[in-house]
C-alpha cells in the first residue's frame, strides 16, 4: 500500500504510453497492477465479514469458496514488493541516498504507528481495545524502516539478502519461539505467528512476522535497475522472470523437496488435488507462498506497460491512493455491515471486520457486495487522486 512513487520515474529510457501516468511522472504499470490487487484485497475483506460459512478457505474440498480466498494472497506480497521497487525508483529520481533512507525511516515508523491507531480502528470500529493486531501496514512498515540500512549496501548484495530470506527462512520452520524463554517475542516478530505482550492488559497478535516480508521489499528494491530499460525490453524481463518463478514454483511444490512447512498430499479427485498443490503457507509466507504471488505478479507488470483502456485507467485510479483506499475500504465494510445488519433486524453487536456481521449472504452475495463496495469507492478515491496530485506539499508523501 506504499505511494512512495509519488513522482518517482526512471532517468533514462523510452517510455510507452502507459509507462507513465497522468502528473507527477507516475509510472502506470506499477500503478495498475496496485490498484488491481486492491480491488481483489476488497474481495477477501467482504468475504471475511459477509460470508455465510464455518468452512475453512483453506479446504480444497471446497473450490469455489478456496479459489475466492487463494486468488486474493497476491495482495500482499505485490504490495510489499511494489512498495519497494518504488523507493528504488525514488532514489533514482532524487539521487540522494540519505534523503531516501530518511523517508523510508520516518514512513515505516508513521506507518507503523497507524496499525496501531487509525487501522485498528478501522478494523475493529472501537478504539478502546487492548488487543492489536500487525498485518500488512505494520509489515510494510516495519521493512521500510529495514531498508532504510540496507539500500546503502551494494546493490548485487541487497538482492542476495532478499533471496536469502526468501528462499531460505523455511530452514528455520522447526525452530519454536519457545526454544527461547524471555526471548520468545523476538521469534515471534520475526518468523513465528504469534502472541506478544509489550505491557500486561496490552496484547499484539503479529500476524505477519517480518524476516520473509522485508526479503520481499527488498527483492522489490533489488529489481528497481529494470525500469532503466526501454518498455519493451522491461515488459519481455519482467514476464520471463515472472515465468521463471512460476517455473520454480511447480518443479518445488509438485515434488514436495522443500518450500512449504506442509507438503501437499493427493486427494480423493483431481482438481482438489490440484489445489492442495496451491494450498501454500501465508503466515508466515513460506517460499512456495511467494513464487506463486510474484510470480504472476511480475507477468502482470510487464504485460501492464502497454495497458490501455477506460478499465485500465478506471482500475489505476484506486493504484494511486492505496493507504487512502486501504482505510476507507475497511471503514466502508464495516460501515455496510452495520447497515445491513441493522434493517435486517439483527444485534449490532460485533458488526466489524474483526468481529464479522450479523448479516450474512451466500458466495454468489459477496462477490454483489464486493462489487458495490468497489464501485461506490471509486468516486471518492478519483477525488483524492486527484486532490493528492494537485497538492505540492511533501507530507502528502506519507498518505
Not at 475453512?56 to 494472497?73: I, Q
Request: glycine share 10%; hydrophobic share 55%.
Amino acid at each position: 500500500m506504499n505511494d512512495v512513487t509519488l513522482d518517482a520515474k526512471p532517468r533514462r529510457g523510452p517510455q510507452s504510453s502507459a509507462a507513465a501516468s497522468e502528473g507527477a511522472g507516475r509510472i502506470a504499470s506499477i500503478d495498475l497492477l496496485r490498484g488491481l490487487v486492491m480491488v481483489l484485497m476488497a474481495l477477501d475483506h467482504t468475504r471475511a465479514v459477509f460470508h455465510a460459512s464455518d468452512l475453512s478457505v483453506r479446504d480444497v474440498g471446497e473450490p469455489a469458496l478456496f479459489l475466492t480466498r487463494w486468488v486474493t494472497h497476491i495482495c500482499a506480497p505485490t504490495f510489499i514488493f511494489l512498495a519497494g521497487l518504488s523507493a528504488n525508483l525514488f532514489g533514482q529520481k532524487i539521487g540522494d541516498r540519505t534523503r531516501l533512507a530518511k523517508f523510508l525511516l520516518s514512513r515505516g515508523l508513521f506507518l507503523m504507528l497507524l496499525e496501531l491507531s487509525l487501522v485498528h480502528f478501522a478494523w475493529a470500529f472501537s478504539a478502546g481495545h487492548t488487543v492489536f493486531a500487525l498485518q500488512v501496514i505494520w509489515a510494510i512498515g516495519a521493512s521500510m524502516v529495514a531498508l532504510a540500512g540496507l539500500i546503502y549496501l551494494p546493490l548485487p548484495l541487497i538482492g542476495a539478502i532478499a533471496v536469502a530470506m526468501i528462499a531460505g527462512h523455511n530452514l528455520t520452520d522447526a525452530i519454536s519461539a519457545s526454544d527461547f524463554g524471555q526471548w520468545a517475542w523476538v521469534w515471534h516478530v520475526l518468523h513465528e505467528r504469534g502472541s506478544v505482550y509489550p505491557l500486561p492488559d496490552v496484547r499484539l497478535i503479529v500476524v505477519y512476522p517480518l524476516i520473509p516480508w522485508i526479503g520481499v521489499m527488498a527483492a522489490g528494491y533489488a529489481l528497481g535497475p529494470i525500469y532503466r530499460l526501454g518498455a519493451h525490453e522491461r515488459a519481455r524481463a519482467l514476464i520471463g522472470l515472472g515465468c521463471a518463478l512460476i517455473a520454480l514454483f511447480l518443479a518445488l511444490r509438485v515434488s514436495n523437496i522443500y518450500g512449504d512447512p506442509a507438503p501437499w498430499v493427493s486427494q480423493a479427485t483431481w482438481w482438489s488435488s490440484a489445489l492442495a498443490v496451491l494450498n501454500c503457507e501465508k503466515y508466515p509466507p513460506s517460499l512456495g507462498y511467494l513464487l506463486m504471488t510474484l510470480g504472476p505478479a511480475l507477468v502482470l507488470l510487464g504485460l501492464f506497460e502497454g495497458a490501455r483502456g477506460r478499465l485500465a485507467q478506471w482500475i489505476t485510479v484506486f493504484g494511486r491512493v492505496p493507504f487512502f483506499y486501504y482505510v476507507i475500504h475497511l471503514l466502508w465494510i464495516g460501515l455496510l455491515a452495520l447497515i445491513l445488519t441493522a434493517l435486517t433486524g439483527g444485534s449490532l453487536d460485533g458488526a466489524s471486520l474483526r468481529g464479522g456481521g450479523k448479516f450474512s449472504v451466500g458466495l454468489p452475495g459477496v462477490y454483489l457486495l464486493w462489487a458495490f463496495v468497489v464501485v461506490t469507492l471509486y468516486p471518492v478515491c478519483a477525488w483524492f487522486a486527484h486532490l493528492k496530485a494537485s497538492q505540492p506539499g511533501w507530507w502528502w508523501r506519507y498518505l
